[in-house]
């Protein structure tokens, strides 16, 4: 600790106009420890004394109060919100409230089934039109069937689609519309036959007839009948794919190619 009559002595030659390089000099001289003089001062730049702790000016006092009063209204705040979020959401212990149908607000907990007058229903996943068989084999000089199936039907009520396929490995003969879209024959379908050229079927298509809603599921649109011509590998090969509903709105749909091999 450094002595107070040091600090003392260097207070008085300061406010007498002497120079800190002065002073040391002199303390030096007569004795004092070039440390215990150098802190001294700078305990006098500081404005401290011996033995003092160092005290918080007024200003910065409250400015430090302040803060703290300002986390804490923060965090009490946080806890209210996050607990009433829970019992009003969730409802004690973060269960679902019971549900209020009918108040024209889809709320946690319920769903189109359940408040189909508060929620709207999940938009339906794209639906997949394939060749079937995905491959098959044949020998030349045989007859090849194909068959063009839907699965993950939604709504389906009318379509549209191109068959590409390898003239030199396969030739066309036919095609006769499935059974899917009139329902097993129930109900009534306008086919368009396709516009054939070599290697390409375009614009098979078929929609349901009258105010009728449209199919769900799955089963076969079209039957396509081919002869091998020759060795090789054909793709079948599903484009230009446009499926509406009876809205009429455009469907997502995705396609699904086959091959037949040709031995």
């Given amino acids: 600790m450094v002595d107070q009559k040091l600090v003392d002595y260097i207070n008085s030659a300061v406010k007498s106009g002497k120079s800190p390089g002065e002073i040391k000099a002199e303390l030096v001289n007569e004795g004092w420890s070039g440390n215990d003089v150098e802190e001294a001062m700078s305990m006098l730049e500081g404005g401290g004394k011996t033995g003092e702790k160092p005290k918080l000016e007024k200003g910065h006092r409250n400015i430090f109060i302040i803060g703290l009063v300002v986390i804490i209204l923060i965090i009490a705040a946080t806890v209210y919100y996050v607990t009433t979020f829970v019992d009003w959401q969730l409802g004690p212990g973060g269960t679902p409230p019971p549900e209020t149908c009918g108040n024209n607000v889809c709320d946690i907990g319920e769903d189109f089934?359940?408040?189909?007058?508060?929620?709207?229903?999940?938009?339906?996943?794209?639906?997949?039109?394939?060749?079937?068989?995905?491959?098959?084999?044949?020998?030349?000089?045989?007859?090849?069937?194909?068959?063009?199936?839907?699965?993950?039907?939604?709504?389906?009520?009318?379509?549209?689609?191109?068959?590409?396929?390898?003239?030199?490995?396969?030739?066309?003969?036919?095609?006769?519309?499935?059974?899917?879209?009139?329902?097993?024959?129930?109900?009534?379908?306008?086919?368009?036959?396709?516009?054939?050229?070599?290697?390409?079927?375009?614009?098979?298509?078929?929609?349901?007839?009258?105010?009728?809603?449209?199919?769900?599921?799955?089963?076969?649109?079209?039957?396509?009948?081919?002869?091998?011509?020759?060795?090789?590998?054909?793709?079948?090969?599903?484009?230009?794919?446009?499926?509406?509903?009876?809205?009429?709105?455009?469907?997502?749909t995705n396609g699904e190619n086959g091959q037949v091999t040709v031995s």
């Fill in 113 to 252: 089934v359940n408040c189909p007058n508060d929620c709207q229903p999940a938009p339906p996943g794209p639906q997949k039109v394939s060749v079937s068989p995905s491959a098959q084999t044949a020998g030349v000089g045989d007859t090849v069937n194909v068959e063009i199936k839907i699965s993950d039907a939604n709504d389906l009520y009318g379509f549209q689609f191109n068959i590409e396929y390898d003239p030199s490995i396969l030739r066309y003969e036919r095609i006769e519309e499935g059974d899917f879209l009139s329902n097993n024959g129930a109900d009534s379908t306008y086919p368009i036959s396709p516009s054939v050229s070599s290697g390409l079927l375009k614009n098979i298509a078929s929609t349901r007839l009258g105010p009728v809603g449209g199919l769900d599921g799955e089963g076969t649109l079209e039957r396509i009948t081919f002869t091998a011509l020759s060795a090789g590998t054909s793709q079948i090969k599903i484009s230009n794919i446009k499926f509406v509903n009876s809205q009429p709105e455009q469907i997502d």
